[in-house]
């Protein structure tokens, strides 16, 4: 069985924490097991997954991927968290279950060059996945689909956007979040049994993610020298993906500018030769 003091001591939980998500050690441990158990099967979904919908990356509209599946430690660490913030909404989580509850155990993420790309990726998704508002999941246990077969969008796509971005995003199809922190896309997807969560993002953002997360999130949140200079790179990663959509509308611009000037040459040479 995992080390109850050592697990706490390796995610930074405090004593405190750990009471306040009132959840016998002993199935938490449980789950741990269970779900190192079926690890490698869950690793061979995600695989399915990217082989059938993101292989061919022009397709899906994307420039590249990547997958995993989620660290036990790392759920367990979520599992007392998510108890702490909303324990009415995961009172009755436990070992049998609780792969309805994470939707992040096969995880998956899309990147893209520019943030104005995100659409080609939203409309391929939503195509080759049912989108039923009426499927979306309300109750964790009471909605949950037992049927491997069926697969489908269960929660509504979401956007969170920085604040002061520019309209890009259209909320008649997907809900937009503002909190000033990131950009990232979310959709939830169940297939094969489980749920699928993909993130989409910049490049850019991307790198700020992995830095951010590597060193702040989520147990050196509070540490305010950390969190201003994850705040400062931020802003960079932002900057960088305005300059990279300035920069093609640059592209964009000239040539169509190189066109015009083409055909005028085209005009004038047609109507020098109609002269002769």
Same mark, same amino acid.
């Given at each position: 069985?995992?080390?109850r003091d050592g697990f706490l001591k390796s995610y930074n939980i405090e004593q405190e924490d750990f009471e306040a998500a009132d959840m016998p050690w002993e199935e938490l441990a449980a789950i741990y097991e269970d779900y190192q158990a079926i690890e490698g /099967?869950?690793?061979?979904?995600?695989k399915d997954f990217v082989y059938d919908y993101l292989y061919d990356i022009e397709r899906a509209g994307i420039h590249s991927y990547r997958y995993r599946t989620k660290d036990p430690g790392h759920l367990l660490e979520k599992i007392i968290r998510k108890r702490v913030e909303h324990f009415e909404r995961f009172k009755d989580i436990n070992r049998t279950n609780y792969h309805k509850y994470m939707t992040d155990l096969i995880g998956i993420r899309v990147f893209f060059l520019y943030r104005e790309d995100w659409i080609h990726f939203h409309n391929y998704i939503t195509s080759v996945f049912e989108n039923d508002p009426g499927l979306?999941?309300?109750d964790r246990i009471l909605d949950f689909?037992?049927?491997p077969k069926h697969y489908y969008i269960a929660e509504?796509? /979401?956007?969170y956007r920085r604040n002061g971005d520019s309209r890009i995003y259209d909320e008649d199809l997907i809900e937009i979040r503002s909190d000033g922190i990131y950009r990232s896309l979310h959709y939830i997807i169940k297939y094969k049994g489980y749920y699928v969560e993909i993130q989409g993002r910049t490049l850019f953002e991307e790198g700020w993610s992995e830095i951010d997360h590597d060193i702040v999130?989520?147990?050196f949140k509070d540490d305010e020298m950390l969190k201003d200079f994850s705040t400062l790179l931020n802003r960079?990663?932002?900057?960088?993906?305005e300059m990279s959509s300035?920069?093609?509308r640059m592209k964009g611009t000239k040539e169509a500018w190189e066109r015009k000037i083409e055909e005028a040459e085209a005009r004038e040479d047609l109507s020098g030769k109609t002269n002769d």
């Open positions: 069985m995992i080390d /099967k869950l690793r061979n979904i995600g979306y999941v309300k689909d037992g049927d509504r796509p /979401k956007v999130y989520p147990y960079l990663s932002g900057m960088a993906d300035y920069f093609r």
